[in-house]
């Protein structure tokens, strides 16, 4: 009798922590989609309602004015100019980092420590030391304001470099000494190989990439001034900044913020499953 009463305790206590365990999770749910329903909420109101009624996530009345003024408006330029370079970059980055992290890992050559010493330093200075002095090189070089000033400087990272180092020093050399016997050059070796195994890293600098790229706003504002060629971080922020008159314009701000967000939303959902697999694929191997 003492020891179904003390199963049954066991089971009301394990029912109870379960439930009080999901109310936390629920909760906190709650408050990180909430400021996502607002700004929802508030892209779908007028221009009053928005001013008077700022935290009611009902819209009354609910119209879609700020989103038909958006892609009547220079919205869809910056949407078109943000996809052209997020993807270019996004490629370039993955590739060219892939290549320097390779061949830190495994070639000789002298200098070898001091450039990933300096590769990491790199990774401590402050992006906004370098606005005047990229500025200057872009003007030197004679592509300043220019969809190449937007790409350029942006196509190699130091945080991609170490992480894809990092990685390739864990993958055993068993692997492309193999490959060498069959008669692989180095880059065959490389892309053949060894990238194929590097899925997990790819995949997290494929998404780190273009996640940054897409919100890059800084190196947009020394890089370009022609409104032509403003992708949708420099766009929106020419919204929020006063460009559109008087009043708040609360719907038109958070109705471009929200579809700002929307692409990146998108392409970590779909990479998502590839990089938890992948992640836990690389725990196994390691």
């Known amino acids: 009798m003492t020891t179904l009463t003390e199963a049954r305790r066991r089971r009301h206590g394990g029912m109870v922590n379960t439930v009080v365990g999901y109310a936390f999770l629920i909760f906190f749910a709650l408050v990180f989609i909430y400021p996502f329903v607002i700004q929802l909420a508030n892209s779908l109101k007028t221009e009053p309602d928005a001013a008077a009624n700022p935290l009611s996530p009902v819209p009354q009345p609910l119209t879609t004015a700020a989103f038909d003024r ?9 949407l078109g100019n943000s996809v052209l370079i997020a993807v270019v970059v996004t490629v370039g980055r ?22 990933f010493a300096t590769i990491v330093a790199i990774m401590a200075v402050p992006g906004v030391v370098l606005f005047i002095p990229k500025f200057l090189v872009l003007n030197q070089l004679g592509i300043y304001d220019t969809y190449t000033a937007l790409i350029l400087p942006l196509l190699v990272d130091a945080a991609g470099v170490f992480i894809m180092k990092q990685f390739f020093e864990s993958i055993p050399l068993s692997m492309e000494e193999a490959a060498r016997i069959d008669g692989a050059g ?3 070796t490389f892309w053949s190989v060894v990238l194929p195994m590097a899925r997990p890293a790819l995949i997290t600098l494929t998404i780190l990439s273009f996640q940054g790229t897409w919100n890059e706003f800084p190196h947009t504002l020394v890089a370009v001034q022609d409104p032509s060629l403003y ?8 919204l929020v900044s006063g460009s559109l008159g008087a009043g708040t314009q609360y719907p038109l701000k958070l109705g471009a913020a929200l579809l700002a967000t929307i692409p990146v939303a998108i392409i970590f959902a779909i990479f998502q499953r590839y990089f938890v697999r992948g992640a836990t694929e690389g725990a196994e191997k390691g």
């Open 70 to 78: 958006l892609l009547n408006g220079d919205f869809p330029l910056w």
């Open 94 to 115: 993955v590739f060219l980092d892939s290549l320097a992290g390779y061949a830190l890992a495994r070639l000789r050559f002298g200098g070898r420590r001091a450039i």
């Open 231 to 238: 992708t949708l971080p420099r766009g929106v922020a020419n």
């Open 186 to 188: 180095v880059f065959r």
